[in-house]
């Protein structure tokens, strides 16, 4: 039997929304289209737990894409920044929070001495690209195929994430000239690498060091050294864009876990807290080129928000210690593997489960999947009645093949049992 929750408030929100938003949201992974459904509006939501307009309570294993690595609306965090927003919300000067969280991050990030904050991904790694350009004197840029790192014009080629799951492989309105200046290969290929290093000068190789934006794809043995070795041989700086897997999978990113630095780090997500907040970083000698110290301009009205530094200072507060890692890796690792016995016992063949600490993607392939074109090949309809089956049982997953799901240090064991009885019930239904 197919189960449901009523959605009359949502569907009302829906068809008032269409008439104002595009495609009647802010961002296009919400609308949930590539699962045949209409969005759910939200009401509110506790520690791991989202209550939409209809009142249908779901663990929310999306936790709005990666900032919410303790969960929603976790007391210490509203409390700073209540805090903060007493003392005022903005004002376009420099406050002493901003350095804390420089310092912070320098603290966790081995390779960011210095940094700026934008507020959101994208302009980080719009801002990176151009310091890096800055500073080779080069325009070119390597990237991945189904990597995303924003809508930044010259990076929407292959770009993972919402253009994947709309089926969308570039945008139109990026001028063709733009999209020439990025080479895009295949992610874990050397052979790909080694070709394109030697016909091109490139700026900078921009990477997700853990990708997450194809679904979860694991950088193969010793690809990211390798990385780092073409980067030096050709010139090039390396910028790993770690706004999802930085200070989740490790305090230190997926460099912390590597042991490969970057020359430029780009944050975002979990540095802001669940407020709009990101950032860019590096050696001193590099970031100095930055306008005012430098002449690579780059500037925000709302950069550095006191509100959004109040979240990320707490967030990180929270996260310091070894023990937030290990519980964050032991509900990965109990959330795979429930998952993988849910679709034993309900018979359900063809999926393979891919982790890193607070990261998982449950992709539909018999095969490991080591690239984009083996995370396109899934069986996407399967993963959207699987993930609508869920969603019936109240269990907020990704609406996308391509998106990761994010646990977090407020889900708890009996999040994870809700969940592994749930999906037992939808793989038994698509089997
Ligand atoms: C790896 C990566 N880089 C950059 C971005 C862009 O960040 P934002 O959505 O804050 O612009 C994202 C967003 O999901 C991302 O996953």
């Not at 690209?129 to 080069?138: D, P």
């Not at 010793?222 to 990385?227: A, D, M, R």
């Not at 063949?349 to 490991?368: K, N, Y």
Request: with cysteine.
């Amino acid at each position: 039997m197919t189960a449901s929750l009523t959605d009359t408030r949502s569907a009302e929100h829906y068809a008032r929304a269409l008439a104002y938003l595009p495609g009647g949201v802010n961002s296009p992974v919400r609308a949930m289209r590539s699962i045949g459904r209409d969005p759910i509006f939200v009401d509110r939501a506790e520690g791991a737990e989202l209550i939409d307009v209809d009142h249908n309570r779901y663990v929310d294993w999306v936790c709005s894409w990666g900032p919410l690595i303790h969960g929603h609306a976790h007391p210490q965090i509203v409390a700073a920044i209540c805090e903060a927003a007493h003392r005022g919300t903005t004002f376009g000067a420099p406050t002493s929070g901003e350095v804390d969280l420089a310092e912070e991050v320098s603290r966790r990030m081995a390779g960011v001495q210095m940094l700026r904050m934008t507020s959101s991904g994208t302009e980080a790694s719009m801002s990176a690209i151009r310091l890096a350009r800055a500073v080779t004197g080069r325009t070119k840029l390597l990237k991945f195929a189904g990597a995303y790192h924003g809508h930044v014009d010259g990076l929407l080629a292959d770009a993972g994430s919402g253009l994947a799951t709309q089926g969308i492989p570039a945008s139109p309105g990026v001028p063709a000239e733009v999209a020439a200046s990025t080479i895009v290969i295949p992610w874990n290929d050397p052979a790909a690498l080694d070709e394109a290093i030697a016909r091109h000068e490139f700026a900078a190789i921009l990477a997700e060091p853990y990708p997450a934006n194809m679904g979860l794809v694991a950088p193969a043995e010793g690809f990211l050294e390798l990385l780092r070795r073409r980067a030096d041989d050709g010139g090039a700086l390396l910028i790993f864009d770690e706004v999802i897997s930085g200070f989740r999978v490790a305090p230190g990113g997926a460099q912390g876990l590597a042991g490969v630095i970057a020359d430029l780090t780009v944050m975002g997500k979990v540095i802001g807290g669940g407020l709009p907040a990101a950032a860019y970083g590096g050696p001193r000698e590099l970031m100095r080129r930055i306008a005012p110290a430098g002449d690579v301009y780059q500037a925000g009205t709302l950069s550095g928000n006191p509100l959004a530094v109040a979240a990320g200072l707490e967030s990180l507060a929270l996260l310091d210690g070894e023990a937030p890692y290990l519980k964050l890796a032991a509900t990965t690792t109990a959330l795979a593997e429930g998952l993988a016995g849910a679709a034993e016992a309900a018979g359900y063949e063809g999926i393979r489960i891919a982790t890193a600490p607070g990261l998982l993607t449950v992709f539909f392939s018999a095969e490991p999947v080591t690239d984009y074109e083996g995370a396109k090949a899934c069986d996407l309809d399967a993963y959207a009645a699987w993930c609508r089956g869920l969603l019936a049982r109240g269990v907020y997953a990704p609406a996308s093949q391509f998106e990761a799901w994010f646990p977090s240090l407020a889900h708890t064991p009996e999040h994870v049992a809700r969940t592994v009885a749930a999906a037992t019930a939808a793989f038994a239904e698509i089997a």
